[in-house]
């Protein structure tokens, strides 16, 4: 159960959450999955983040068929190239690459 309280009206809503594990019953404490959990929203909320500050992908204008999908693929595509190149600060990452455009193409090992 999520519980939940709306900040302007006080307002408290209750919220069933279900998940799919591959654990077995034995494996799947509570403790546990919820380790899992915040493992994945962990890893999502950091992604989500970057993506939105960096790229403003929020307030992308790209919306029909497959092209946000797409962009966010190059997104993430270029979030974890920048850290195999051993930039922790995506944005300055991009910073650097941009000044040179050989920069990207040799960060993913293309001369």
Same mark, same amino acid.
């Given at each position: ?28 404490? !509570?403790?546990?999955?919820? /380790? ?11 992604? $989500? &983040?970057? *993506? %939105? @500050? ?23 595509? !270029?979030?974890?190239?920048? /850290? ?11 910073? $650097? &690459?941009? *000044? %040179? @455009? ?10």
């Amino acid at each position: 159960m999520r519980r939940r309280r709306i900040v302007t009206t006080g307002k408290i809503t209750l919220e069933r959450l279900y998940g799919v594990t591959d654990l077995t019953a034995e494996q799947a404490d !509570a403790p546990e999955i919820a /380790r899992r959990i915040r493992d994945h929203w962990g890893i999502e909320n950091k992604v $989500h &983040h970057i *993506r %939105d @500050t960096t790229y403003a992908e929020d307030a992308s204008r790209v919306r029909t068929g497959t092209a946000p999908r797409a962009m966010a693929s190059l997104r993430n595509l !270029a979030i974890g190239a920048l /850290r195999l190149a051993g930039h922790t600060n995506i944005a300055a990452g991009l910073r $650097h &690459h941009a *000044r %040179d @455009t050989s920069r990207p193409l040799i960060a993913l090992g293309i001369q």
